[in-house]
C-alpha cells in the first residue's frame, strides 16, 4: 500500500540532496551557447542516466553492503556524517562554489562540449554520493513492496522536477537571482543538517542497542 509519509519524508530527502535549483545553473553554464534542441537533449539524457544508477543502487545496494560485510547502522552513521558534510558547504556556499568550479574545469578542458549526461551532470551532480547513500538508507528501511515504491515514486518526482529545472535553466537563473538563489541553498542546507544528524542518531542508537541485546 502506497505510504504517504514515507513519500513526502523521502521526497524531502532527495530534493534536498539533489537540489534541482541549485543543479540548474551549472547545466546552464555547461550547455551555454548551444541550441535549444542540444540542451533538452542533454537535460532528458543527464535524468536518465542518474535516473538508472539511482535505480540499480536501490534494488541491489543491499546485496552490495552484504558482500562488503558493511552493517546497515554503520550504512547509517557514514550516510548521516556524508550529509552533513554536504549541508556545511550549502550552508557556507561552498556547495555551489564546488560545482562551479568542476563545471569551469570541465569547459577549460574540453573545447568543444557537447555530452555533458554522464559527466559531471548524471555523476556527480544528481546521482552522487549524497543521493545514493540516502537512497541505501530508505530502502534498506522498508521492507515491503508499498514502502519501496513510495521511495521509488518520490525519487521519480525529484527527478522530474530536476529535468524541468534543466529545462527552464536559463529562465530560473534571470527570476530568482543570484540573492534568491543564495538564500533557498542555506536554508535547504540547514534542513539537511538536521536530517543528517537523525541519520546518525539512528546509527548510533542501533550500535548501542545491539551491544545491550
Not at 541549485?22 to 537533449?41: D, E, N, W, Y
Not at 550549502?90 to 564546488?98: I, L, Q
Not at 538508507?137 to 513510495?150: F, N, V, Y
Not at 527527478?159 to 527552464?168: R, S
Amino acid at each position: 500500500m502506497f505510504n504517504l509519509e514515507l513519500f513526502l519524508s523521502a521526497f524531502a530527502i532527495l530534493f534536498v540532496i539533489i537540489d534541482p535549483p541549485g543543479c540548474a545553473p551549472i547545466f546552464a553554464t555547461l550547455t551555454q551557447g548551444t541550441s535549444r534542441k542540444h540542451q533538452m537533449v542533454m537535460a532528458f539524457k543527464s535524468v536518465i542516466v542518474a535516473a538508472a544508477i539511482l535505480i540499480v543502487f536501490a534494488f541491489f545496494g543491499d546485496n552490495i553492503l552484504h558482500a562488503l560485510h558493511i552493517d546497515f547502522d554503520a550504512l547509517r552513521i557514514a550516510g548521516g556524517i556524508m550529509l552533513f558534510i554536504i549541508a556545511l558547504q550549502m550552508v557556507f556556499e561552498k556547495r555551489t562554489e564546488n560545482r562551479e568550479n568542476r563545471a569551469e574545469d570541465y569547459l577549460e578542458e574540453i573545447t568543444d562540449p557537447e555530452d555533458i549526461s554522464v559527466f559531471p551532470m548524471g555523476i556527480p551532480m544528481i546521482a552522487g554520493p549524497g543521493s545514493i547513500a540516502s537512497l541505501l538508507l530508505l530502502m534498506s528501511e522498508s521492507p515491503t513492496i508499498g514502502d519501496q515504491a513510495s521511495i521509488l515514486a518520490a525519487l521519480g518526482a525529484v527527478l522530474v522536477l530536476t529535468l524541468v529545472a534543466f529545462l527552464l535553466a536559463g529562465l530560473l537563473m534571470k527570476l530568482l537571482g543570484k540573492t534568491i538563489m543564495n538564500v533557498l541553498t542555506r536554508v535547504l542546507g540547514f534542513l539537511l543538517a538536521a536530517l543528517a544528524a537523525q541519520f546518525v542518531i539512528d546509527g548510533v542508537t542501533g550500535v548501542i542497542d545491539g551491544i545491550l541485546t
